[in-house]
């Protein structure tokens, strides 16, 4: 079992940049594939990017494709969200996932077993 904890989110300026992070407690973090996803109210959960157990895998999603990018440090077991040209559309809870049934990153949320509280990230125009 894992338990996972966001951090970074908060305002910034359309264009500007923010640094997500997930830790992820256990000793198996490793083993683990993880994504992001993201919300807003009134909508369902959207994938937004993933990574697989060794981080050689990642998968994006077409909106975010060239800002964004994923990654991991399994030794402090924590997977990381750099956002870049931020965009008011992408305002939203954003929650990191993770699940060891699966190798590749999915855009499918039935697919992971764990997932953070969340963490807000609000672009001003």
């Known amino acids: 079992q894992v338990q996972l904890a966001e951090s970074g989110g908060g305002l910034v300026q359309a264009g500007g940049s923010r640094r997500l992070s997930c830790a992820a407690s256990g000793r198996t973090f490793s083993s683990y594939t993880m994504a992001w996803f993201r919300q807003t109210p009134g909508k369902e959960r959207d994938f937004v990017a993933g990574?697989?157990?060794?981080?050689?895998?990642?998968y994006y999603a077409d909106s975010v494709k060239g800002r964004f990018t994923i990654s991991r440090d399994n030794r402090k077991n924590t997977v990381y969200l750099q956002m870049n040209s931020l965009k008011p559309e992408d305002t939203a809870v954003y929650s990191c996932a993770a699940t060891n049934r699966y190798y590749s990153a999915t855009s499918s949320s039935s697919r992971y077993d764990y997932w953070g509280q969340g963490t807000q990230v609000t672009v001003s125009s």
């Open positions: 990574i697989s157990w060794g981080g050689g895998s990642t």
